[in-house]
């Protein structure tokens, strides 16, 4: 055992040198087989399929400068390809699940197709993914990656139109675009070619999911090309709410015009889409939160407390205003976005230009539960005592106090006094956004083979927001649970027709933002086999905001309706916050070709986040907002050694890291409405692992993951913790073989067993979140070149995983809690048809 702060500082010191000096290893044994089979000759044990060598011709075009990009293998930074075969294979229930494919990132889809967690390795976040940009065509599709009730992947959804993705993770994108230091998520549409092609696919699985896909792409007349596609689905989801969990379209299309020696795309998507969102369930913890069990009566695998009786709920939101809401509108998307990709050669001069405008609403209407679950008897024995306690409830009550309590169901019937109740809040937030940005460079060869580009970012952006947090509704811990009333025998009404709680917080805000920024790079081939590069960047932020200044009041001026009581509302008045802020990022690498398919690289960044809407709002007053003790700027440093090859034998993407962070200002709202405020910054090691091994024709054994270790400094409160949310180590092994028969026919088996280790959901490691193991299972069937059958299985171990805890309370323990776990077993099927 490790008794003091000494002795454990030594061993982690030792942990970390024991890892550097492994992954050291590991690298230089993987360079040594390479030169030795570049010197030596070997003939590849198999040959190379199609797939292979695209993955060793693979282009990508995130984080580099020039727009005709660079190989993959031959990029000096990490990053992760997916095809639309491997999105596909993978059956992401969301957009952000689709991390699940990148090493080094954790995300927390479980709420559904919107609203998910996203946590960057060794980057301190505890909610929402403010370190993950979501890009399509190589723009951000909002300038912020996060705010309160939003983050990026919420803002796109996936279909038939997506070519593929490419998952930066840090290197050169603290320089370019939006500056993210942490993950880039960036989407690339299908464009038109010479030939004209198109699909239609029906999907249907669990939930009564009903959809179709449809796309079709090709050339239009000399020089124009286009393409166009999208879909509409509905169905109830894999935890039924008794209303449709997602119901909803899209169309996305493009238009190119090519170009001497360059190109014009223009492109535009409309999405109008409802989604469920889920938060946590009643479950039992046992063991001090490391066993995980399932609450009597209660399916964690498939249940939802969320019902139809509640679906559509009333806000009290001042005297004489009342609002309806609907819970079947959930967190969902109804925005367009438009932009345009401009690459020219000029004589010696490359000049690239991307803008695009979004606009949308991302509206939540949606369930956050509260306490965890209790008897009927116990909710009804503290609300008397807290009834009993509030002298003005008492007066109005004549002076005398309550004794007993009458429970009944909204739509009749007694409460038995053994039922477990819980508390959860109907919260409704209308959030309208809207954004513009704009990236130039211009690039030129400044002697030979070295190329210096200079360029500019521009980013203008807004929310609108009417926020109604609070209004909890108390019902049965039962799935589709029921409302309930609950009346003291002095006349003091508890509950009434559910809600037993006020609005706690009801600001209406509007928010402004633009961001300035400036680049230089420089690419140098200092020969056939080294090549470096180097680059700075200025930006300069500027955010306001004007937020409603807020009372209390009673509703209906009635002492003894005590759930309004106090209900949160705008007093009239507003406050002023703008602050600005001005930061410089850079970024160095080099890149060695071993042979001409392996390579060695090294990268360090130093990049930064500046303070967002949330912040302002959090901070109150204009002194807070400028207080940089208590809003800081954040800086990021990361340092990276990897490894890359790709053969018909085998290939490897290996990445060992080193990150420090210097203070994040962290939120958290309890269920009472206290926002609990902290700063904290973090530094981890690591190392991330992406590998695949083709020992036989048509079979593909991959496995992909990390280990971290990564842990929080500077807040004396959190010091040497772990980091919140991130497992230490997380890995996929995905067999893949390929069975062909007859002329162009096959059926493609695969699987992914999926490990996620222990994590802490909260800064202070006190809910613990233990491990968990699931298995995926498809089959691909094609069918000459015009016919595809497809069937994907999620979880179907029926794994209990948490993935996250109860994020309204602060500690975790023993006893019914709630927290939100994976979703249970799982069935896609779909038919394709190309034309």
Do not use: C
């Not at 968990?772 to 029926?798: F, H, M, P, Q, W």
């Amino acid at each position: 055992m490790i008794h003091t702060k000494k002795e454990k500082a030594k061993h982690m010191k030792s942990q970390n040198k024991f890892l550097l000096s492994s992954v050291t290893l590991a690298v230089l044994t993987l360079i040594n087989q390479a030169q030795a089979q570049n010197a030596n000759e070997a003939p590849a044990a198999v040959p190379a399929s199609d797939a292979v060598a695209k993955e060793i011709q693979q282009v990508v075009v995130t984080g580099v400068s020039g727009a005709r990009g660079v190989r993959k293998i031959d990029s000096a930074f990490s990053i992760t390809t997916a095809s639309e075969e491997q999105l596909k294979s993978a059956a992401p229930s969301s957009t952000a699940d689709i991390m699940k494919l990148v090493p080094g990132v954790y995300a927390e889809s479980t709420g559904g197709q919107s609203g998910a967690n996203i946590e960057v390795r060794g980057f301190p976040s505890g909610s929402d993914s403010p370190f993950v940009s979501v890009q399509m065509m190589g723009n951000p599709i909002f300038p912020p990656p996060t705010l309160s009730f939003f983050e990026g992947s919420s803002a796109f959804r996936l279909d038939d139109t997506i070519e593929r993705v490419e998952v930066l993770r840090g290197g050169p994108s603290t320089i370019f675009s939006n500056g993210q230091p942490g993950a880039t998520m960036n989407f690339l549409l299908k464009q038109g070619g010479d030939t004209p092609e198109g699909t239609v696919r029906f999907t249907t699985g669990t939930g009564s999911l009903r959809r179709v896909d449809m796309f079709y792409s090709g050339k239009i007349s000399d020089g124009w090309y286009g393409s166009i596609g999208g879909f509409y689905r509905k169905t109830d989801g894999i935890r039924d709410a008794q209303f449709p969990a997602d119901d909803g379209h899209q169309l996305t299309a493009t238009l190119t015009r090519k170009l001497d020696q360059g190109e014009l795309t223009i492109y535009a998507r409309n999405t109008d889409d409802k989604n469920a969102f889920y938060t946590g369930v009643p479950l039992i913890s046992s063991n001090n939160g490391h066993t995980i069990s399932a609450f009597p009566g209660f399916d964690p695998l498939k249940g939802t407390l969320v019902s139809g009786e509640m679906r559509n709920y009333t806000i009290e939101a001042a005297p004489g205003k009342t609002l309806t809401k609907d819970l079947g509108d959930g967190r969902g998307l109804k925005a367009t976005v438009f932009g345009a990709n401009f690459d020219q050669k000029i004589g010696d001069w490359s000049v690239s230009n991307k803008f695009n405008h979004f606009s949308g609403d991302l509206n939540t209407n949606a369930m956050f539960t509260g306490n965890n679950p209790l008897s009927m008897a116990d909710y009804t024995a503290a609300a008397i005592k807290s009834a009993n306690s509030n002298a003005a409830v008492v007066a109005a009550a004549g002076g005398k106090l309550a004794t007993s309590a009458n429970t009944t169901f909204v739509h009749g019937g007694n409460v038995a006094a053994d039922q477990q109740v819980v508390q959860a809040g109907l919260w409704a937030v209308e959030k309208k956004l809207s954004s513009f940005t704009d990236e130039l460079r211009v690039s030129k060869e400044v002697g030979k083979d070295n190329t210096v580009t200079v360029g500019g970012y521009f980013a203008d952006y807004s929310s609108r927001d009417v926020w109604y947090l609070g209004n909890s509704h108390l019902m049965t811990a039962v799935p589709n649970a029921s409302l309930i009333n609950v009346t003291l025998d002095n006349g003091v009404v508890v509950s009434k027709n559910g809600t037993d709680g006020n609005v706690f917080y009801a600001p209406v805000a509007s928010y402004d933002g633009n961001n300035t920024a400036v680049f230089v790079s420089d690419e140098w081939k200092i020969n056939d086999r080294i090549k470096v590069d180097a680059g700075v960047r200025h930006e300069r932020q500027r955010v306001s905001a004007t937020i409603s200044n807020l009372m209390s009041g009673d509703t209906d001026n009635n002492p003894l309706t005590v759930y309004n009581n106090g209900t949160s509302m705008p007093n009239g008045s507003n406050t002023f916050i703008d602050r600005k802020d001005s930061a410089n990022s850079f970024t160095i690498g080099g890149n060695y070709k071993l042979s001409k398919d392996a390579s060695v690289f090294v990268r360090a960044n130093r990049g930064h986040t500046f303070v967002s809407f949330d912040d302002l709002r959090g901070a109150g007053s204009q002194a807070a907002a400028n207080d940089r003790s208590v809003l800081p700027t954040p800086k990021v440093s990361q340092y990276e050694i990897g490894f890359k090859t790709a053969n018909s034998f085998y290939s490897a993407y290996v990445n060992a890291f080193h990150t420090e962070f210097d203070g994040i200002a962290f939120s958290q709202i309890l269920a009472n409405g206290t926002t609990l405020n902290s700063v904290s910054g973090s530094k981890g090691n690591g190392v991330e692992f992406e590998l695949a091994l083709r020992p036989l024709a048509n079979l593909q054994l991959s496995l992909t993951g990390d280990y971290q270790k990564s842990e929080y400094r500077d807040n004396p409160a959190t010091a040497g913790n772990t980091v919140q949310r991130q497992p230490k180590l997380q890995f996929r092994f995905t067999p893949t073989y390929r069975i062909p028969f007859g002329d162009n026919n096959s059926v493609k088996l695969y699987g992914t067993y999926t490990s996620i280790g222990e994590r802490y959901a909260d800064q202070a490691n006190q809910q613990y979140l233990p491990s968990y193991r699931t298995i995926d299972l498809g089959v691909l069937a094609s069918l000459g070149d015009k016919i595809e059958l497809r069937l994907n299985a999620s979880n179907v171990n029926n794994a209990l995983g948490l993935t996250e805890g109860n994020s309204r309370l602060t500690t975790g323990g023993s006893g019914p809690i709630n927290a939100r776990p994976l979703f249970g077993r799982s069935v896609e099927a779909s038919l394709l048809y190309r034309f």
